[in-house]
């Protein structure tokens, strides 16, 4: 009996037909995970863990924020991977997978920004500073408000795709700018607390709504991509039924 090879079985996963299938079948049960995980991390935050002995019930702020910032990179290495992929292996839902990661990462990009200037005020005394991880956010921002625009104003979908594929690309520098910015330079952002070789420096009492919010947050990510995706396949199918209505 013939095996299939490995870029064959990928091949045949990323059928679009198969993604429908599958994707409709998991996105009941991922989104009850994502209630129940987010219902938790709010609990624990809101409810359960203390107030900070420094900055006081101030740092609830932070089991929005941190979550939101950690997504934001990660949804651009997401959209940057899918582009990658689509540019070198024409994968058929790699461009599609591109395009509908784009809004939820901006959207979450945007809610670090604000959270964060919402718990920099009492901190810092100031909604803003131009430190280099807020600034590196901020671009951040523009760069997936670029991405969106482009896929928005070029007409033909192959011409969009290389061209927004190419933009992701050379903006996925940013993104370890925001990471090590806090190592690099000099800046008002406390390093790693979580995510560190030594092990995590924060209690547990906060480190557990911390992560259940992280969670709940990457949960959403994931599902809203699925809809999205299996809306932006859809689109197309109606495009190419309109297009080859037209041609008749």
């Given at each position: 009996m013939s095996t299939l090879s490995t870029s064959q079985r990928l091949q045949a996963f990323a059928n679009p037909t198969r993604f429908m299938s599958l994707s409709g079948r998991i996105l009941g049960p991922m989104a009850a995970v994502t209630a129940l995980l987010l219902l938790s991390g709010l609990?624990?935050?809101?409810?359960?863990?203390?107030?900070?002995?420094?900055?006081?019930?101030?740092?609830?702020?932070?089991?929005?924020?941190?979550?939101?910032?950690?997504?934001?990179?990660?949804?651009?290495?997401?959209?940057?991977g899918a582009s990658a992929i689509g540019l070198i292996f024409r994968h058929p839902l790699a461009d599609v997978c591109a395009k509908s990661a784009a809004p939820i990462g901006a959207a979450f990009t945007f809610l670090a920004l604000v959270t964060g200037s919402l718990w920099g005020k009492p901190m810092w005394g100031t909604w803003?500073?131009?430190d280099a991880r807020l600034t590196s956010m901020l671009i951040l921002l523009f760069l997936y408000l670029g991405y969106i625009a482009l896929w928005a104003t070029i007409e033909e979908p192959a011409r969009a795709a290389r061209g927004a594929a190419v933009l992701a690309l050379v903006g996925a520098l940013n993104v370890p700018i925001i990471h090590y910015s806090v190592v690099w330079w000099n800046t008002l952002h406390q390093p790693a607390s979580v995510?560190?070789?030594?092990?995590?420096?924060?209690?547990?009492?906060?480190?557990?709504?911390?992560?259940?919010?992280?969670?709940?947050?990457?949960?959403?990510?994931?599902?809203?991509?699925?809809?999205?995706?299996?809306?932006?396949?859809?689109?197309?199918?109606v495009r190419g039924l309109l297009l080859a209505k037209a041609d008749m």
């Open positions: 609990y624990f935050a809101l409810l359960d863990s203390p107030p900070d002995y420094q900055q006081g019930e101030t740092v609830r702020i932070m089991y929005v924020h941190v979550p939101s910032a950690w997504l934001a990179m990660m949804g651009y290495m997401i959209m940057a803003w500073v131009w995510f560190r070789m030594g092990g995590p420096t924060i209690a547990a009492s906060m480190l557990t709504p911390l992560m259940l919010m992280a969670l709940g947050f990457t949960m959403l990510f994931v599902t809203l991509l699925l809809v999205r995706m299996r809306a932006e396949i859809l689109r197309r199918r």
